[in-house]
């Protein structure tokens, strides 16, 4: 029996890219392992700088982004993922600098932006940095959106997207506030006075449970509770004991809202698993701490009144565990005879919302899809009407804070395009500052994940007091220093390579081989790996594992020859031009394989 080939793989500019899993996972491909890099060197405001090319606003995302990137981390697979969000707000509490981004001449062409939160802030600051004139307008008395009104200060405290404002606001943006489109100003005024208009609106319109008993006193929904929690001063729960319906953000914002407004008892039930959970650990561990009763694999049947015409409990069905659906999340399913009954008196389902399109006149002739929402093509984001683009919850449903950031920037240079007749501007921001390589303690690799110091349990009893204090500066270089900055790889010069084996023998992992050519297999091929004339039984290849490299560089110092180097790889304006994965006589800079077949 022939034995198994290691399936190898030549890198090339793909998979250079995906072999940074962070930037890969990234919505707005954010170089973490450069600004990480930097606050590993103290460089905190370039870290900064570096974030706000892809972010914006990194002091609100270091605080609610969901944190793709770290699920990511190919730490992961080896102690435990980079705090890369906590390592944003450090870059912004210790590094924020008033640089201004350099704005493209003046353009006759002005737009309208309906909506505040952060798809159209994003949009109004590129739009801005393009040359445009840009207004917003606003039904809401605050900028922010969902920020504001849908996020609880003491996750998201109202001065940090404040400050966010003012930089878009100093851009020239004027921001109308308390102006909704459809009342004080209509649709078709917008359309006459400027030559695009944005709608960028947000999804604040609850979707119900479908369960009966829904529409008793004593249940609201999720979006509706947090709204009334963030802008009603004198906002009180009726009851003592609540249930919120849900597992995402909007629902452990509901539960740990509740508890602050004195409820004795607040009970969270999610269909599916602890794994399933879209929210962070941290934000679930910080819940129970505060007193939050979490209950997972239970659905809710109906909502009981006992003839009062007020819930006075929810009847509930236990779950398991199905095959996965079209979320990619395993679908529950109720256990037969498996119902029970929760006694509250306020239910608060948070399971999700959906945009309002009825200040959209029909008049308009905008098209629908057939979830009720804007139609828009998938790459323009403009709708059927010339002119008229839209973006962001509007026209998904809710959506995580920085894929709206990504699409909001998306549909900027888009309503360029259009208004330039295919010429899109360049975007001419703040300086590209990347990540260099940096000399490091060598245990760097048994570094501990460094905790977010907490508000004290005692001290969490009111809205407004932040439970996340961010890192001090010596914790965030700390946990910078774990970063195992994938953007270096390393660099094999077969012209020079003795395979004396040095490499192999110092890895302290064990990741590096050397092993005949024709126990290897590659989709690429291996015929530019032969030298001419050299039969493939006598060929011999130098294989890396990746995946679990911790770059730390022993190889390089190690090779007698100086065949091994470590080389940064980075893209620059904007990932239009990539370096490495080639030497410059053309030759591929290595071979990598993993053993596994993953390749």
Known sequence: MSQEKLKAKIPDLE?????????????????????????????????????????????????VCTRRCEAACRLKGITASISICFLKRAASDFGRNKTKPRKAPPRKEKVAVIGAGPAGMAAAHDLAIFGYGVTVYEALPNVGGMLVVGIPPYRLPRDVVNNAAKEVEELGVEF????????DVQLADLQREYQAVLIAAGAHKPEKLGIPGEDLEGVLHGVTFMRRVNTEASFRL??????????????????????????????????????????????????????????????????????????????????????????????????PDSEFVLEIDTLIPAVSQAPDTSFLPLEAG????????????????????????AVGDFITGPRDVIEVIADGRRTAASIDRYLSGGRASSRNSLLRLPGQPFKRNSNYDCIAKQRMPTLARELRTTLQKEVELGYARDQALAEATRCLQCQMNIGVNGARCIL????????????????????????????????????????????????????????????????????????????????????????????????????
């Not at 109308?176 to 009342?183: A, E, H, L, S, Y």
């Not at 323009?380 to 683009?389: D, H, L, P, S």
Request: hydrophobic letters at 40%.
């Open 176 to 183: 109308r506030m308390n102006t909704p489109v459809g009342k």
């Open 366 to 389: 905008l098209e629908l899809s057939r979830w009720e929402r804007l139609a828009v093509d998938p790459e323009t984001f403009m709708t059927n009407v010339a002119g008229v683009f």
């Open 238 to 335: 009726d009851g003592r004991r609540v249930a919120v319906i849900g597992g995402g953000h909007t629902a452990i914002d509901c539960v740990r809202s509740a508890l602050r407004l004195g409820a004795a008892e607040v009970h969270m039930l999610y269909r599916r698993s602890a794994e399933e959970i879209t929210v962070t650990s941290e934000e679930v561990e910080e819940a129970t701490e505060e007193g939050a009763r979490i209950q997972f694999l239970v659905s809710p049947v109906m909502v009981v009144d006992v003839d009062s015409g007020r819930v006075t409990g929810l009847v509930c069905e236990r779950n398991r565990l199905g095959e996965p659906d079209a979320s990619g999340r395993r679908r529950p399913i109720a256990i």
């Open 500 to 599: 004396c084996g040095g490499c192999v023998d110092v890895c302290p992992y064990g990741l590096i081989r050397i092993m005949p050519l024709a126990s290897v297999s590659s989709a690429d091929g291996l015929a530019e790996l032969m030298e001419e004339g050299l039969d493939e039984k006598d060929a011999m290849v130098l294989t890396l594992d990746e995946e679990k490299c911790i770059r730390c560089g022993l190889c390089v110092q190690r090779c007698p020859t100086q065949a091994i180097s470590m080389t940064h790889f980075q893209s620059v304006d904007g990932g239009e031009r990539w370096y490495v994965g080639r030497w410059s006589d053309g030759s591929p800079v290595g071979l990598y394989g993993n053993g596994k077949g993953k390749r």
């Open 15 to 63: 998979w250079f890219r995906q072999n940074i899993p962070c930037q890969a996972a990234c919505p707005v491909h954010t170089d973490i392992s450069g600004y990480v890099g930097l606050i590993a060197q103290g460089r905190f405001e370039e870290a900064y700088a570096l974030n706000q090319q892809a972010n914006l606003f990194p002091e609100i995302l270091g605080r």
